[in-house]
């Protein structure tokens, strides 16, 4: 069965939780530097504990102002200890997945790819190594990737199981710049998680699916094709659009997935 997540900030959690506990929806909690710093394990684990059925979970790691591969060996450190603070929130609520950013943006790091690349193998290495200890998959994103280059490299070269992909279909709406098809073939065995929202093709909008112009039916048909059912994460911006996103992944699933079923 399609797992079905609804992303929510952190900070919004609280706000949130009555609509929350009436959906009975899963949750893609994203962390900022801020709800990082603040947070107490006690005090995260309390707001857990109102949760009234459980709850399928995944994390999203701070990415504001952090790039992994960071040539500037402070930024590098300061990206990794954030990823590794989400870590250790793991382990008082074990996420399916933790989704974080590469940090790659092709007009900051011109003509410096390869050392972009070994950087970020340094901040991949030590994550993955206590991703393992905690038997927690590290999905990487695409935001600014224009193809699968980069992000194939880094899962190929870190050669470890609880690395793969979050495949973002409004990012790649903006930037990509290879067919879908040729984006699944060259990494739908490593895809473990896929953001689903809307766009026009020209700003990062976030909108319900249905309500841009990208081809959803498409990407559905190759999400059916995968090796291995992803989550499917809702991240829309708004309450309205949240429920309306919803009801069109629900009935996406249905037309492509006959022998299955899906969870919410």
């Not at 857990?48 to 459980?54: D, L, P, Q, R």
């Not at 992944?249 to 022998?259: Q, T, Y």
Request: proline fraction near 3%.
């Amino acid at each position: 069965m399609y797992r079905i997540h609804v992303h929510i900030p952190f900070d919004m959690l609280t706000g949130y939780m009555e609509n929350i506990l009436k959906m009975r929806i899963n949750l893609e909690i994203a962390f900022n530097a801020r709800s990082l710093d603040k947070v107490k394990k006690w005090e995260f684990q309390k707001i857990i504990s109102t949760f009234n059925y459980k709850p399928s979970i995944t994390f999203h790691a701070p990415f504001m102002d952090l790039s992994a591969g960071a040539l500037d060996e402070k930024i590098r450190k300061v990206s990794e200890k954030r990823i590794l603070q989400v870590l250790n929130l793991s382990k008082v609520l074990h996420p399916a997945l933790i989704v974080v950013h590469t940090g790659y943006e092709k007009w900051r790091y011109a003509g410096l790819y390869d050392k972009f690349f070994r950087s970020s193998k340094k901040t991949w290495k030590r994550i993955i190594s206590e991703a393992e200890k905690l038997d927690i998959p590290i999905a990487l994103e695409n935001v600014f990737e224009e193809d699968t280059s980069l992000i194939k490299n880094l899962i190929q070269e870190i050669g470890s199981k609880k690395m793969g992909h979050c495949f973002d279909v409004g990012h790649f709406n903006i930037f990509g710049k290879i067919p879908i098809e040729k984006w699944f073939d060259d990494l739908g065995e490593f895809i473990m998680e896929v953001h689903l929202h809307d766009n026009r093709g020209k700003w990062d909008e976030h909108l319900a699916p249905g309500s841009g112009n990208i081809d959803f039916k498409t990407l559905f048909s190759l999400i059916s094709k995968l090796p291995s059912k992803p989550i499917l994460t809702l991240e829309a911006h708004s309450r309205e659009d949240v429920e309306i996103g919803m009801e069109k992944i629900k009935r996406f699933i249905e037309a492509m997935d006959h022998k299955g079923g899906f969870s919410i």
